[in-house]
């Protein structure tokens, strides 16, 4: 399922509300790129943006601190909203980097694409992406779709891959959002042979209802925290039946120069899944300021 961002943290949104950082004002007061091209905005600031959940402030706040780390001067305008909004803003130049998710991004500006792993969804975005915009190299990271068990229904049935359900998924309930059996049932029995004996519409509770047995595998995106908190097993997709969505960094390539970019990169060379799951339960669940887990996870990463 594509997302307007990314759908996971709207879930984690009712648990943090996040306020904008850094001066009062509209948000989107858009910053003039420098007509020389030199690799820095007006008045030589990066203005570092996010959308408005937990999760994009969260990675917006980990670029920032470290191009700050690295003497860039940074200004942040965070929380701001969509991508509708984003996208446009990034385009003009009023923002310098958002921290992006590259399957979601490409069906933005190409509602037509059937690319699925990263390397084609990367080269997709290439093709597609306006003159002014670039994205950077992918985090291993993702916030993305999975099917996902307890951890003991993945010991018991041997689970480890999404393939591996073929063998036990008739005998099973699986959960998701309302839409979910319409936009992915014939998926999966194309790519992997895989049916399930019942779908259920569980919605925002999916994480609940398998940890209770409502459902025996369900629809949750990887950087939710209640993985952790629940002790799911996501299964690896190893045919990409779920598009790629990688963590990017999307930049106006008028207002950044080789420091910016290699900061960035430098950043999503670090940046995991797991790690990032484990970042989102202390923003999200422990309650924690972002601003202090992005410094922390850049100190251990030796980026600060």
Do not use: H
């Amino acid at each position: 399922m594509k997302r307007l961002f990314s759908t996971a943290a709207v879930i984690l949104s009712a648990a943090l509300t996040l306020t904008a950082c850094g001066g009062g004002g509209d948000p989107l007061t858009s910053a003039s790129v420098s007509p020389t091209g030199s690799g820095s905005a007006a008045g030589g600031k990066v203005v570092v943006g996010s959308a408005n959940f937990p999760e994009n402030v969260l990675l917006a706040e980990i670029y920032a601190q470290a191009l700050e780390a690295k003497g860039v001067q940074v200004e942040k305008k965070l929380n701001i909203g969509s991508r509708e909004v984003l996208f446009d803003q990034a385009k003009s130049g009023g923002l310098t980097v958002l921290p992006e998710y590259i399957g979601s991004l490409l069906a933005f500006v190409d509602n037509t694409t059937t690319a699925k792993t990263k390397d084609d969804v990367v080269a997709g975005l290439k093709e597609k992406l306006p003159a002014e915009l670039e994205v950077l190299e992918p985090a291993a990271a993702e916030d993305n779709n999975s099917l996902t068990v307890t951890k003991a229904t993945a010991t018991k049935d041997g689970l480890a891959t999404i393939e591996d359900l073929v063998k036990v998924g008739k005998n099973f309930a699986v959960g998701g959002p309302p839409e979910f059996q319409s936009r992915q049932e014939k998926n999966f029995k194309d790519t992997y042979g895989l049916e399930f004996k019942e779908w259920k519409k569980t919605g925002d509770a999916t994480a609940d209802a398998i940890k209770d047995g409502t459902v025996q595998v369900g629809n949750v995106f990887t950087t939710d925290p209640k993985i952790v908190i629940n002790d799911l097993v996501s299964l690896k997709d190893t045919k990409n039946a779920f598009a790629a969505d990688n963590i990017a960094p999307l930049v106006n390539k008028a207002a950044v120069n080789d420091t910016v970019k290699s900061t960035l990169n430098a950043v999503s060379a670090k940046l995991d899944t797991p790690g990032l799951l484990a970042l989102m339960k202390r923003v999200a669940i422990d309650k924690d300021d972002a601003a202090t887990v992005a410094k922390d996870w850049l100190t251990q990463n030796s980026l600060l």
